[in-house]
């Protein structure tokens, strides 16, 4: 994943140490941004000590405008700033490295997943004992999308989920819920948001979907299109699918403890 600038956190969360870091990377969604952040806090307000992580990632329009405005009133808020477009997974690998807490929710800027799902998968996680080997996705069952869009994402499911076998339904919903040292012990390339539950499989983990909410969008430009979610990533398909040939995960037998045997 190519290297790209940040500017350093314009604001840190002064109640303690979070459980949850929020990590939403954006491209030109001025407009988005405040509505979005009100949602965020509405969903966790209550729930646990959390933190919002943006990641504006070489925005052309008033995005870091209106995230320094909101700055100012929201002390969970946080900023990290791309310098130059370097794409959504280095933006979310940006937001993960800054985050403070143990877990990290990421979710789509674009305010068609529903922060409201949060709480629920946050639940899933901690129910779990073994969080680091488990990754809870959102399922988008009833997609509020054009036809197009969801052609073209059904047609990229399909093709990840036979070539990798993730045996995930939605692999492409932004919403989802890991650790954050799982997370930064995986390999990190560009579109590897899309293979996160191949990835966590590759690390002897576990995928868990949750159906969540899907909103039709509202304000902005949605930035894929038709072949996007299949011919962009098919070097990384490849790639991963390399990956999980190389993936070592031995059984090991622990040999009992014989000094007190005789």
Request: proline share 5%; charged share 25%; with cysteine.
């Amino acid at each position: 994943m190519a290297a790209s600038d940040q500017s350093a956190p314009t604001n840190e969360q002064k109640d303690g140490s979070p459980e949850l870091s929020v990590v939403v990377p954006v491209h030109n969604e001025a407009e988005n941004i405040a509505p979005q952040i009100a949602e965020i806090q509405a969903a966790l307000d209550g729930v646990c000590n959390f933190e919002i992580v943006y990641v504006d990632d070489g925005s052309s329009d008033a995005t870091l405008e209106r995230l320094r405005g909101c700055a100012t009133t929201v002390p969970q808020l946080k900023i990290v700033r791309h310098l130059d477009c370097a794409g959504q997974s280095a933006s979310i690998v940006s937001g993960v490295r800054t985050a403070k807490a143990p877990l990290i929710a990421t979710l789509d800027g674009d305010r068609q997943n529903d922060p409201a799902d949060i709480p629920r998968l946050l639940k899933a996680m901690q129910e779990e004992a073994d969080q680091d080997s488990l990754l809870i996705a959102g399922h988008r069952a009833r997609r509020r999308d054009t036809w197009v869009k969801k052609m073209s994402s059904k047609v990229a499911n399909g093709v990840r989920s036979t070539l990798l076998g993730d045996k995930t339904p939605d692999t492409g919903c932004g919403l989802k819920i890991f650790t954050r040292k799982t997370f930064l012990e995986m390999p990190a390339f560009d579109h590897m948001h899309r293979f996160l539950p191949a990835l966590m499989i590759r690390q002897g983990g576990r995928v868990v979907s949750v159906p969540v909410n899907h909103r039709p969008r509202q304000q902005g430009i949605s930035k894929y299109g038709l072949f996007d979610r299949l011919w962009v990533g098919i070097s990384d398909l490849f790639g991963v699918m390399w990956l999980q040939r190389r993936a070592c995960h031995p059984i090991v037998e622990q040999e009992a403890d014989r000094r007190h045997d005789t």
